[in-house]
């Protein structure tokens, strides 16, 4: 069984059936920066499409064809390799040489735009993600229009989706192998592995939460300031945060584990600490890895969600935050299947 597909559904299971990525370009990624590159620097911002790549296949592209160590290239966020992206990618070239870019050029691989910047491209450095989703073969046009509707007011559950995991969840299982004391060197497996972990945990919080509560609230609750990472904690409910929940200035948040005390209070608290009781070579060992108590929002809301339906063929397009899974999205309106997972004809002629 997957990593994703035993969690709460706040609509309940859908009905209609779909194809998802039949071809890549069904799957259509577009990073959203929040700034603009200065112009000057040691640092060179590239703007890149790319087709049937994953982000780590570019970047050693790019630091091989700068002549410069992988770790002088960086990137905003991972993309699937079964889509088509534009994304961002950093590279750190000291002095004056700025390379031909444009030679780069491939049939799955497009250099956009090429900027200098001041300053190092960070991991998370985005607004968001403008997505451009198709969906094939679609049973159930009706209850997924409705669905739309719903997710529009409501968000769907910010669950971390099956990419986070790895295929057959493992990633899980190497994070939860390497916290049982395997050895792992290479540090971004390491981070890698860590995250599956955390994010298991985050998704199986979300998912109690909504099961036994709903949208309801608990004294003692870690709420997030919308569009931030700060926090408070709402001892009680009074009218004030009620409102302010209600005008989604504020969100609900579930734990990313790591050391330290837990954010929420009180019945929030227990609640968590009775989810995560289940867990606790996990907790343990991510809190000894040095991680930090973290939180993150328990729904997303889509921004500018739009579809259009031809025949049985739904594109839909929306916005998310950084960080957030446009599968989250589709499991709320589709039972689908992600055709780039399915075994490949033959090509041999015998």
């Known amino acids: ?196 972990v955390r994010s298991y945990l985050f998704n199986q919080c979300v998912s109690q939460r909504l099961a036994t509560h709903s949208h309801a609230k608990l004294a003692g609750d870690c709420v997030m300031l919308s569009g931030s990472k700060s926090y408070f904690v709402a001892d009680s409910w009074d009218e004030t945060n009620c409102k302010r929940l209600l005008e989604k200035d504020i969100q609900l948040s579930a734990p990313l584990w790591g050391k330290g005390d837990m954010l929420s209070k009180g019945e929030a608290a227990q609640f968590e600490k009775s989810v995560l009781s289940e867990f606790e070579q996990d907790c343990e060992g991510l809190a000894q890895a040095g991680l930090q108590q973290e939180r993150r929002p328990m729904i997303v809301e889509p921004q500018g969600l739009k579809y259009v339906v031809e025949d049985n063929v739904l594109t839909l397009e929306f916005v998310l935050p950084s960080g957030c899974y446009a599968t989250s999205v589709l499991r709320e309106l589709f039972d689908y299947q992600d055709m780039s997972k399915q075994p490949q004809p033959s090509t041999d002629n015998a």
């Open 1 to 196: 069984m997957t990593q994703t597909n035993a969690l709460y559904y706040l609509l309940g299971k859908p009905s209609a059936q779909a194809n998802l990525k039949t071809h890549n370009s069904d799957f259509i990624v577009k990073e959203i920066l929040p700034f603009e590159p200065t112009g000057e620097g040691e640092h060179h911002l590239l703007h890149i499409q790319k087709d049937g790549l994953n982000t780590i296949q570019v970047a050693d592209k790019l630091a091989k064809f700068a002549g410069i160590h992988s770790k002088d290239v960086s990137f905003a966020g991972q993309k699937d390799k079964y889509a088509v992206t534009q994304q961002w990618f950093g590279v750190r070239i000291p002095g004056k040489e700025t390379p031909e870019w444009s030679q780069l050029n491939s049939t799955d691989l497009s250099i956009l735009s090429a900027h200098r910047h001041t300053k190092k491209l960070r991991t998370g450095a985005l607004v968001g993600n403008r997505f451009k989703l198709t969906l094939r073969e679609v049973s159930d046009i009706e209850d997924v229009k409705l669905r739309i509707e719903q997710v529009s007011h409501q968000g769907v559950p910010n669950y971390f989706g099956e990419q986070r995991f790895g295929n057959g969840g493992r990633n899980l299982i190497q994070g939860r192998q390497m916290l049982a004391g395997r050895k792992v060197k290479d540090r971004n497996k390491r981070s890698m592995y860590l995250s599956a």
